[in-house]
Nanobody, 123 residues
Framework: QVRLVESGGGSVQAGGSLSLSCVAS???????MAWFRQAAGKEREAVAF????????FYAESVKGRFSISRDNAPNTMYLQMNSLKPEDTAMYYC?????????????????WGQGTQVTVSS
């Protein structure tokens, strides 16, 4: 079955950078993929979306210009480069795939999720 494993989270000060990775296994075709995040006590929110071609991407307004999504389709790894981090970026970050056509900003549009990696940004 499809499996997603995130890594790269950690603790940084505001203004710092982190790079997250998501390794996908269990399938042999490229898929649309996305990053979401969930802060304590809040709903899961979309961060960035990557089309299966690895070229087209969408971003949440809150991260535009600071975050960059990329992917290496061999071997099925997606990345999220996060620069100029802010305390409000603190959350558990998840990667997702198996997109069901709809709104990419909605968590229910994705059927497969990783376990998450924690990002903490201190002021």
């Amino acid at each position: 079955q499809v499996r997603l494993v995130e890594s790269g989270g950690g603790s940084v000060q505001a203004g710092g950078s982190l790079s997250l990775s998501c390794v996908a296994s269990g399938y042999s075709v490229n898929k649309h993929m996305a990053w979401f995040r969930q802060a304590a006590g809040k709903e899961r929110e979309a961060v960035a979306f990557s089309f299966q071609n690895g070229v087209t991407a969408f971003y949440a307004e809150s991260v535009k210009g600071r975050f960059s999504i990329s992917r290496d389709n061999a071997p099925n790894t997606m990345y999220l480069q996060m620069n100029s981090l802010k305390p409000e970026d603190t959350a558990m970050y998840y990667c997702a795939t198996d997109y069901v056509p709809g709104s990419w900003t909605t968590a229910r549009s994705f059927r497969t999720w990783g376990q998450g990696t924690q990002v903490t940004v201190s002021s």
